[in-house]
């Protein structure tokens, strides 16, 4: 899995690239057996692997010390609260309070905090606390994945989703891009990530109905692209059955997309008790990624979702921080908190942590 800032990577203030072998537990091992399966006779990465090792154990890592977090504000009421500033929240790391090195809100360019407040102007690279000038341009909009159902659950509403699909994408923000894919038992890409939305509604429009469900098989698949390139990024989900197919499990899936730092949001057609199993899966899933599930089991609720995520890529804020030492080689807790009179009335959601890379 390609690597970069917008995960958690390591020591950048070098910018320099290294192919390593990526890190195996015995659970991300099984995953690079299968993804290996799954992914045979894609193009290499940005780059050529080195002589001996296969490119689904390589590991293209650009290295910085940087995280970034995707974080929604709401009300009791799930209205979303806009016109928050970096001194409203307070970010901690295995407990240890950050230093906040950059705050944006929407699809605004990114401001660089000194420790003085917000700087005038965007991000730039020339001070201690400053992002990288490529990184703080790829922080502006939202690189969006639409990951949509499209097996033989779906041959009597297949029209009905695309129309649903193509609002979300034609209501984007300019400033974002989108991807268009499909699953069953295979993913199939009706169109590349690209700032052109009208490349994505004709994309949309080849899709055709059939086959088993590999939900879990695609949606890795789709991580594994959504992390070739950088910047603040989404996958959306559109499922209308339960996986059948997989060989990867739900809670393997989510754990790569925490690390990666990539929210997951589902839109399930299926009501909350109908399927508890899927249910249950895609409430973890986009919990611990920052993201949100939904249970929408008419085509008008459907369609609402779709705004709310829309609304939501337009109101969160975004993030970022150097780690403060910390010899934690495993899992680092992420805890963002409002601070003020206000805490307690609004709700915070983003990804609970992550995993550094060793």
Known sequence: MLRDANAHTKGMRECRVQWVWPRVGVRLGVLAAVTAGLWQGAPALHGQVPEGLGEAAALFEV???LVMLNIAVTDQRGRYIQGLTPEDFRITEDGVQQAIASF??????????????VRPGPVAGEAELSIPE?????LVGTNVFVLFDTSNFMYRSLVYAEDA???????????DSVAVYSFSRNLTRHA??????DDALRGLRRSVAGDETALYNCLLLT??????VSGRKVIIVFSNGPDNASAVSPDDVGAIAEDE???????????LNRDPISSNAFRRITARTGGKAYFAKTWQRQSEAFVEIRDELASSYTVTYYPEANPNR??????VELVGPDQRRYRVRTRAGYRPKL
């Open 192 to 197: 590349n990530l690209s700032p052109e939305h």
């Open 134 to 138: 490529a990184i703080a341009g790829q």
């Open 63 to 65: 290295e910085v010390d």
């Open 104 to 117: 944006g809100a929407g699809n605004a360019a990114p401001r660089r905090i000194t420790r003085t407040g």
């Open 330 to 335: 495993g899992w680092r807790s992420i805890q």
């Open 261 to 271: 730092g990539v929210p997951i949001y589902v839109i399930s057609t299926r009501a």
């Open 223 to 228: 991580l594994r692209d959504a992390a070739k």
């Open 165 to 175: 699909i193509a609002d979300f994408i034609r209501g984007l923000d300019g400033a």
